[in-house]
């Protein structure tokens, strides 16, 4: 396990602080951006539960906002990122499909997030050890 996944399963069962899946992405990150976890947590505050709307996974635009960060920013690194997650979950990205499809197979909302959260830690990492 890399030590992003750690952080963000650290972060995603912190019972103190609630972190949205977006802030648990970039705040697992905040050390290679150079962003303090606290300023990491403030920019990612409304892109959880899809930028509170049901739009885009906060996992999933956490992500690219940590990819940004580390300027892994050009259009096929974002198209691989993107194309990870369609492939793993029927061709969605919005927090209200995804949410649909999970609750139609019976499993619990907060374990559904961590994945998220947790796959897109993963899927940084994989991104990162690919362009090194």
Not at 7 to 23: G, M, P, S
Not at 52 to 76: E, N
Not at 105 to 123: F, I, L, P, W
Request: with cysteine; hydrophobic share 35%.
């Amino acid at each position: 396990m890399g030590k992003y996944l750690e952080q963000a399963k650290a972060l995603r069962n912190d019972e103190t602080v609630h972190y949205n899946c977006a802030q648990a992405v970039t705040c697992a990150f905040s050390e290679a951006t150079g962003l303090s976890r606290e300023w990491s947590q403030k920019v990612a505050a409304n892109f959880g539960s899809g930028m509170k709307r049901g739009g885009t996974c906060g996992a999933i635009t956490g992500g690219l906002m940590v990819l940004g960060l580390l300027g892994k920013d050009d259009g096929p690194t974002v198209a691989a990122y993107h194309k990870a997650f369609r492939d793993n979950h029927q061709g969605c990205l919005e927090c209200a499909d995804l949410l649909r499809i999970n609750q139609k197979q019976g499993c619990e909302k907060k374990c559904h997030c961590d994945g998220m959260v947790y796959e897109a830690v993963e899927r940084i990492e994989s991104l990162l050890e690919e362009k090194e």
